[in-house]
């Protein structure tokens, strides 16, 4: 549909803002060229009553503390001068949120005051911005003028439209004119004609630029503006929004930058969605694409633990979602859906949005609606066709502090990727276990490089010795080149989940010239152990000679080994010279004995083990983050490597245990010790058996084939016994036939 020949109304109430406002009491001034359409329905929202519930006139409360002490106070519009994090950069950005906010407290609270402070601000940046030009640091990607890039000046823009929305109705003609001519319809040319690159790339970068420029030509009502933000500055489609919705999310609504980024995207997908959905609802937004935009939602939620996000790929490690980007997601999809269950996740964010969304929400929590949210297993896949592998999610319960594995078998996620295939991050007991290191960067801390992506996380943090998978002579995956590494992806092979057993695999021949290896994880429940336990078999297949290193970047305090370590107490050297080991010290080191090592740890008040089946010839390295690292850039966390060297691939085999308990408020200590005696590894073809002895005498097996068809027999000899198994997998608990001998069984 052309946007052109589109009729609109020649008086539209613009006191909303993104989601849904209150009714305005007067009819917009239309002597004004430039009235057009409000960002979100004026139909949806009354006056805020007294009898609001709690959260809701906390988040208003807290916005008109905030901003009754800065309203009698001189506006402060400063020079564009610092780069992020620094003082220019700051102000900036608190003045986009301060038009916002005094823009809804006006919207809900009618107090003109409120509408005149955000009309101060963006007449002090209508004198301002024409006279600015590119800013005197510019930021490596496409700079801005009041920032260091555009994507920021995107960000305060989405803000400032907003808030210009609401009081819109509240301002004389000339003022509108002045700050729609010099501000806006300035910044939209800025972002738009005069940055293409960024403006019709699919990106985040884009996403925030088309939003922008989108949200604010509805505001204006130029659908000219609203076109181009919707299929590209040539209006081909080829590239803007609509694109960006087709390609930036794979059918599952998963992001493959990953979460953190997906989170950030977030804001700007939903809020010119719901643009959209107001001003064209006829396009149906939130039914493109099957619902991508609600998928998106949804899978943002899925992927955190403990309320943080699965730290995958460039992401801070303590962004959380009670993030606003989120908090925005949560309001919409409630809205779209009535879902009880995003309304538990609205309590743990503790807030919501200033919007009738967030009023709504609200009242449904007082009401007593919230269920708990079905957090659950899934495959979500990557890329825009579902065909770049997937990050798969074993969880051992809906409990959001239960165990979880997390298997990253995700394409490269571009620029913000990491070297990681097969990557492995295991959480339990509202901790992460097995850990990933996430970005080495300060966000917004100047005094840490101007708060930009640190040197160490290209030298350490991307690097794949710095994650939990396979690292072939001490080289990271794709040689650590990005443009080779967004070319290949995982292929997916199973996965599947029932109550005592869940398993994925996925496996990659790229990664390295001639080694292909495979990775299945798999979460068993059996009556042998206290907790469900997880089965981590690598294999990896070449025929030259190569070393294998085979990381567990462990969280906690090591308790007790099965070897005797070799460590120098008083000296260290780094492990290696370059792909990441230059920053890991070598802090002692063991050999494996009889091909079984135990390696246990205590977090919090539980006790983990890994137990593991290596080659004859495997080391046992430990490490800590650290070397070479002069400015302390880098966390001080510990890690232990399985190394060994072979002609002919290698296979390693290991069980992740949960067990016990440590109580030092009344000084108990319950099952400290792991109860696997030894686990080993039995294959023939492409058939894999992994036999868990307990030191109780239990037996646990898992039987993998690689034979996905469910009626194929599969048999592998398993200590003189031939254990048979129909279909590509099956556990073989305690209780079945492997502890009584039984030499040819089927389920």
């Known amino acids: 549909m052309s946007y052109t020949s589109m009729t609109r109304p020649s008086i539209v109430a613009l006191c909303g803002l993104t989601l849904a406002i209150t009714s305005c009491q007067q009819e917009v001034d239309t002597s004004s060229t430039n009235a057009g359409y409000a960002l979100a329905s004026t139909a949806e929202t009354a006056k805020v009553s007294k009898n609001s519930p709690n959260l809701f006139e906390n988040t208003l409360a807290l916005l008109a503390q905030k901003i009754d002490t800065q309203i009698d106070n001189p506006i402060v519009v400063p020079l564009p001068k610092d780069a992020g994090g620094g003082y220019t950069h700051e102000q900036h950005k608190t003045n986009a949120k301060t038009i916002y906010e005094a823009g809804k407290l006006y919207e809900f609270t009618g107090d003109a005051r409120y509408a005149k402070h955000s009309e101060k601000l963006l007449l002090a940046y209508a004198d301002m911005y024409p006279t600015l030009g590119l800013h005197p640091k510019p930021k490596e990607q496409s700079p801005g003028r009041l920032f260091w890039q555009n994507l920021n000046e995107s960000w305060w823009l989405v803000h ?70 919707l299929l590209g500055l040539d209006k081909s489609g080829n590239y803007g929004f609509l ?197 080495a960067r300060f966000l917004n801390v100047e005094a840490k490089f101007g708060g930009h992506y640190l040197a160490e996380n290209n030298s350490f943090a991307k690097q794949t010795i710095a994650h939990n998978t396979l690292v072939v002579d001490e080289i990271s995956h794709f040689n650590g080149d990005t443009k080779t590494g967004n070319k290949h992806a995982p292929t997916l092979e199973t996965f599947y989940t029932a109550d005592d057993l869940q398993i994925t695999s996925a496996s990659i021949a790229t990664a390295y010239d001639d080694v292909s290896f495979t990775r299945t994880i798999a979460m068993i429940k059996d009556a042998a152990f206290q907790q469900p336990i997880i089965i981590d078999l690598v294999k990896a297949t070449s025929q030259a000679p190569h070393q294998y290193d085979l990381p567990y970047n462990y969280n906690g305090q090591m308790v007790e080994t099965n070897f005797e370590i070799s460590a120098d107490p008083t000296s260290r050297k780094p492990l290696g010279r370059d792909n990441g080991y230059q920053h890991l010290w070598h802090v002692g080191e063991s050999e494996v004995i009889n091909g079984n090592a135990q390696f246990t740890w205590l977090l919090d008040r539980r006790f983990y083990s890994v137990t593991s089946s290596v080659p004859d010839n495997t080391k046992l390295i430990m490490t800590e983050i650290g070397a070479n690292d002069p400015n302390f850039n880098l966390r001080r966390e510990p890690a232990f490597i399985y190394r060994t060297k072979s002609n002919n691939g290698v296979t390693f085999a290991s069980v992740i245990e949960p067990h016990g308990e440590y109580n030092p408020t009344v000084e108990y200590t319950r099952e400290s010790h792991s109860r696997v005696q030894s686990i080993a590894h039995y294959s023939a073809d492409n058939i894999h058996y992994i036999l868990i002895k307990t030191k109780n005498g239990e037996n646990i097996g898992l039987g993998i084939a690689g034979n996905p068809d469910a009626k194929a027999v599969n048999t592998v000899d398993v200590e003189g016994n031939n254990i048979s198994w129909e279909g590509p997998y099956r556990v073989f608990h305690s209780n079945s036939h492997i502890a009584k001998g039984s030499r040819n069984a089927k389920p």
Do not use: C
């Open 160 to 229: 400032a439209i907003q808030g210009y929305a609401s009081i819109k109705d509240n301002l004389s003609a000339n003022v509108r004119e002045k700050i729609e001519t010099d501000l806006l319809r300035e910044l939209t040319t800025f972002l738009s004609d005069d940055a293409p690159e960024t403006f019709n790339k699919i990106h985040n970068h884009g996403t925030w630029a088309t939003a922008a420029v989108g949200m604010t030509g509805y505001v204006l009502g130029d659908d000219d503006l609203v076109e181009k933000a």
């Open 243 to 439: 694109k960006q919705l087709d390609k930036l999310f794979s059918p599952d609504g998963y992001y493959n930058e990953g979460p953190y980024y997906q989170r950030y995207a977030l804001m700007p997908f939903v809020l010119f969605g719901q643009a959209i959905e107001k001003n064209d609802p006829e396009r149906e937004i939130f039914n493109h694409r099957d619902g991508i935009l609600k998928k998106a939602i949804y899978t943002t939620i899925q992927q955190n633990y403990g309320g943080l996000f699965f730290p995958i790929n460039d992401a801070i490690k303590d962004k959380d979602i009670a993030t606003a980007e989120l908090q925005y997601g949560v309001s919409i999809a409630y809205d779209l859906t009535g879902d009880p269950g995003l309304l538990s996740i609205a309590k743990a964010q503790g807030q919501v949005v200033p919007t009738a969304g967030g009023k709504k929400l609200s009242e449904a929590l007082a009401r007593g609606e919230a269920k708990p949210f079905d957090y659950k297993s899934m495959r979500l896949r990557d890329g825009a066709s579902g065909d770049q592998g997937a990050l798969d999610i074993l969880r051992a319960s809906n409990d959001p502090d239960g165990l979880v594995a997390v298997a990253k078998n995700t394409s490269q996620g571009l620029g913000h990727g990491h070297f990681d295939k097969l990557g492995l991050i295991v959480y339990d007991a509202g901790h992460e276990i097995i850990r990933d290191y996430g970005a």
